[in-house]
Structure formats: structure tokens, C-alpha cells
């Protein structure tokens, strides 16, 4: 990379290939203050990221999966590339990357294991979402028709035994618009979840009934992205 000390870097032409390699993580964790220990193998965590030009684009990979008392407890994989991120001098252009495509999945994780950071909340995390969590997220960048970013179409789904969210966005060089679906959250059991935040101390009582669904829908968000400071506001 040609570079002079009195010279803003250019970026232009730089190639690289970096790979981050974890070993292999064992340890153990307590899924619940009333459970024992259970012993966790977390499989090497490898992330290669590679570009033949800055300028022009890159790629990135990972893989890892988990589990818990030997048991499959999540596994982790993450394709995705991008075009340039390059401005016309050789510095880094700022906001949301170009012709971004591709997926990250994080496949039937253990709600168990994130039960510890919610217990305070009053949330249980394998009955009201269920024993397990499927995670995916997809990009695919349209036609930039002139714009230096292309309308990229981003779908973001949650799947669980009590919980659907599913979510389609456009980002743009302006900001995030949602598409005709926009975001809808469906959970069930929706009463047994609300009887447990009610306190009797509130003088209020709700009795759980079998089913009961919550619906949340978002249609027709824009979030207007600053030019200079890059970020979003309502």
C-alpha cells in the first residue's frame, strides 16, 4: 500500500487474508440456580475474512457449533460478501456496506444458555420461548441505479416451539425502510407470560388460559440515516 507520513492512507489496491482460529473451549455452566453444572464443548471458532482488493470487495466465513452435557446444543454459520467499501481517495466509505449478500444462521441454540442473563428479568427462557432458537439472517443487494449503495433487501427470521418473528428491510444510502411485510412478532402463550410479570402486590391477577397469542406488526418505518455522522433516528 503505497503510503507517504504526510499522506492520508490509500487503501485502494490493498489485498488481505486474515483467519481467526479459536481452540477448543470446554468449561462448564449452571443452565439454572436449581440445576447442577453441565459441562460445555464450544468447537473451534474459525472466522477467515479475505480480499484480493479492499476496493473492490470481501468476503467472510464462520464456523462453530456447541454443546452441552454431549448433547447438540447450536451451531454458527456466517457467509456473507460485500462490494467495495472504498470512497474514491482509498478511505473507508462509511455506511452500510455495498452489494452486501449472503447469510449468518445460528441453528437450534439452547435457549438454556442465555436463561442466566434473563433470570433477573423474570423470564424463562425455555418455557416461554422453548427448548430451542433458530436464527437466520439474509442479504441480497438489488440494482444501485446510480446510487453508491444498491436498495439491499435484508430478512431477519426468529423461529422458536413459542415464538415467530420474521422481518424485511431495505437499507439504503438514506436509511432503513421496511418492505410491505415490514416486522411481525407472533407469541404464544401469551397470558401465562403476562400472569407472571403481574404482581400480587399490584392487586391484579391474570389466570392463564390455555393459548393466547400476541401479534406485533410494524409496517411503513423509516429510519433516515445522517450523511455525516452515519446514524439512524425516528
Known amino acids: 500500500i503505497p503510503f507517504k507520513p504526510d499522506q492520508d492512507l490509500d487503501l485502494r489496491g490493498a489485498t488481505a487474508s486474515v483467519t481467526l482460529a479459536t481452540t477448543r473451549t470446554t468449561g462448564s455452566l449452571r443452565l439454572a440456580p436449581d440445576q447442577p453444572e453441565k459441562a460445555f464443548v464450544l468447537a473451534p471458532l474459525n472466522v477467515r475474512v479475505e480480499t484480493a482488493d479492499i476496493g473492490k470487495g470481501l468476503t467472510v466465513n464462520a464456523r462453530s457449533d456447541l454443546s452441552i452435557a454431549g448433547s447438540p446444543a447450536g451451531e454458527i454459520n456466517v457467509d456473507v ?7 474514491s481517495i482509498g478511505e473507508f466509505a462509511g455506511g452500510p456496506p455495498p452489494d452486501l449478500r449472503g ?11 442465555l436463561q442466566p442473563f434473563v433470570q433477573a428479568a423474570g423470564l424463562d427462557m425455555a418455557t416461554d420461548l422453548g427448548p430451542t432458537l433458530d436464527i437466520e ?12 449503495v444498491p436498495p439491499t433487501d ?32 407472533d407469541l404464544n402463550n401469551a397470558g401465562r407470560l403476562a400472569g407472571r410479570f403481574v404482581k400480587p402486590s399490584t ?14 406488526m410494524v409496517q411503513g418505518l423509516a429510519l433516515p440515516r445522517d450523511a455525516k ?5 425516528l
Request: no cysteine; charged share 20%.
Open 154 to 185: 435484508v430478512e431477519l427470521k426468529v423461529t422458536s416451539r413459542e415464538l415467530t418473528a420474521n422481518a424485511r428491510l431495505t437499507l439504503l444510502s438514506a436509511g432503513i425502510e421496511t418492505k410491505e411485510d415490514g416486522v411481525r412478532i
Open 137 to 148: 439472517m439474509t442479504a441480497k443487494a438489488g440494482d444501485a441505479k446510480g446510487e453508491a
Open 229 to 233: 455522522t452515519g446514524t439512524y433516528s
Open 81 to 87: 460478501s460485500t462490494g467495495g467499501l472504498l470512497n
Open 203 to 216: 392487586g391484579w391477577e391474570i389466570v392463564p388460559a390455555p393459548g393466547g397469542v400476541i401479534t406485533v
Open 103 to 113: 447469510s449468518a444462521v445460528v441453528r437450534n441454540i439452547a435457549t438454556a444458555i
